[in-house]
């Protein structure tokens, strides 16, 4: 037996998790040294507070103190929200755009398999007209912003173990969309185990494979920082990093006004007290209605955070204002902006650790004393993630900055039905549609008032009305028709 092999036994065995080596005398020399390899990475340590915390106990959520909705700026000041300066903001967004101060965070560690696709979630298929893939969606904004402001914009991309050979062979099989290779970094996020919900213990995969699930976007504080992405950040001169997720092809990256609010301009005297530290901000819409799925921007002791849907009580869900709005209507759409020197701080404090979420699931493993199959029926299993949300708390102060859902919220989660493909396919194409007529181009509608054509309109073309050139447009759009600009 290799010394290592002792040495992570005793470990194990200290632990109550010895049985992870229960076959490693039946394994041959490489997938043996993969297993020892897998355990090793564990922190082995931290396995009996995680077990007695998170498997053995349900950690119960306690409302924050003096919890209000969070305050936020809204894109037309004069319609609600706090006092601020579109103009000054959309200047000084701008302004570090072609300073090159800006850098793009796509969080890409899924895999398409809800959507009965096999690969990453990145190369779904997701143009209304052209069938592009998320990924070369999400590129059209970097080669728009590149052209429009003179700069090279670098991408770090945080992939899976599952999906990160994949996703490098699906950018160099599409020469990396047209960026340049030395722009764009890949990295893998981190795993966690995953504990039999019963007996606390580490489930095996197979006989050689522990069972590990990705460690939750809120990983990508520690592994921007373990991979080298933060020192790469910081030799470019970036300041801010633009985060989104992958299944959003309605994103816009590089929103000039938010990345300028985000940075401190153009607040007023008036509301000083929801300043921005430029340490972390984030994009919010009106939620529809009480029980919408989405976390709520909240404020509690002056600092700005999320709390789940699942957590805020259902009677402050469903608090309305005079005007019948919703109280508590901020939805977080996962679209944030970070500072470098916030995650160079956070990244390296070792007394700052995001806490873990807790999820039961129906997980696939191998009886550890037999080596048989198990195929679970019911939740058999524990998983943990982190969400990089609850980072906010860290922030000295946070703003967060309201959108229209309409532009730029159109997620693809599952095959068909709410938050679909096909749901939002429809969104894109709307979207483009109010963009040509509100620069006089002529849109057929049908009878309940939706486009009648199908429009893509690519990001290096325009990334909001304002941006498209009349032009260059045609004077309407004809029944049926697909256009793609």
């Known amino acids: 037996m290799p010394a290592s092999y002792a040495t992570l036994m005793a470990r194990l065995n200290a632990v109550q998790q010895g049985h992870l080596l229960n076959f490693y005398n039946t ?79 796509v969080v890409a560690g899924g895999q398409g398999s809800r959507l009965g696709f096999d690969g990453p979630k990145g190369c779904y298929p997701a143009g209304c007209a052209t069938n592009k893939s998320l990924f070369e969606l999400f590129s059209q904004h970097f080669l728009g912003a590149n052209a429009r402001y003179g700069v090279r914009i670098p991408w770090y991309i945080m992939t899976s173990p599952l999906n990160h050979a994949a996703t490098i062979d699906f950018f160099e099989l599409h020469n990396f969309f047209g960026l340049e290779r030395a722009d764009v970094m890949f990295f893998p996020q981190g795993v966690l185990p995953s504990f039999d919900i019963r007996t606390g213990q580490v489930l095996l995969a197979a006989p050689s494979e522990v069972a590990t699930s990705p460690d939750g976007h809120g ?150 004393a037999s080596g048989a199959a198990i195929a679970p029926e019911t939740n058999n299993g524990v998983k943990l993630e982190k969400f990089v949300f609850d980072a906010l708390s860290s922030c000295k102060s946070s703003i967060v900055y309201e959108t229209d859902r309409s532009d730029e919220f159109g997620p693809i989660k599952n095959a068909s039905g709410l938050d679909s493909v096909h749901t939002s396919k429809a969104l894109q194409t709307a979207r483009a549609a109010r963009w040509l007529q509100s620069r006089g181009v002529k849109i057929p509608l049908r009878p309940d008032g939706s486009p009648d054509c199908t429009i893509e309109i690519s990001a290096v073309t325009a990334t909001c009305a304002e941006e498209l050139n009349p032009a260059t447009l ?9 256009l793609v600009l």
């Not at 909705?69 to 000084?92: E, I, T």
């Not at 977080?332 to 970070?338: D, F, T, V």
């Not at 045609?474 to 697909?482: A, I, K, L, Y």
């Open 474 to 482: 045609p004077r309407s759009v004809q029944p049926g028709e697909t």
């Open 219 to 368: 990983g990508s504080i520690l592994a921007l920082a373990v991979s080298g992405a933060l020192d790469d950040l910081r030799r470019r001169g970036i300041e801010h990093l633009s985060y989104f997720q992958v299944d959003n092809p309605l994103v816009r990256p590089f929103d000039p006004a938010f990345i300028g609010l985000h940075a401190g301009a153009g607040l007023t005297a008036a509301n000083a007290s929801a300043a921005s530290s430029g340490e972390m901000s984030s994009k919010m819409i009106p939620k529809a209605y009480p029980e919408e799925k989405m976390g709520v921007f909240c404020s509690s002791g002056g600092r700005v955070e999320v709390i789940e849907y699942s957590d805020l009580p259902q009677p402050l869900q469903a608090q309305r204002l005079d005007d019948g709005s919703l109280r508590f209507i901020a939805g977080s759409i996962a679209i944030h902006l970070i500072g470098v020197d916030f995650l160079s701080r956070v990244a390296l404090d070792p007394a700052f650790a995001l806490p873990y979420h807790r999820a039961e699931k129906k997980i696939p493993c191998i009886d550890p």
């Open 27 to 105: 394994l041959s020399a490489h997938a043996g040294a993969s297993l020892l390899q897998q355990i090793a990475a564990l922190d082995i340590d931290a396995l009996p507070a995680l077990v007695r915390d998170y498997v053995h106990s349900k950690p119960a959520f306690a409302l924050p103190p003096n919890l209000a909705p969070a305050p936020y700026y809204a894109p037309d000041p004069s319609r609600g929200g706090l006092p601020w300066n579109p103009a000054a903001a959309q200047q000084k967004g701008e302004q570090l755009l072609r300073a090159g101060k800006i850098a793009g965070f």
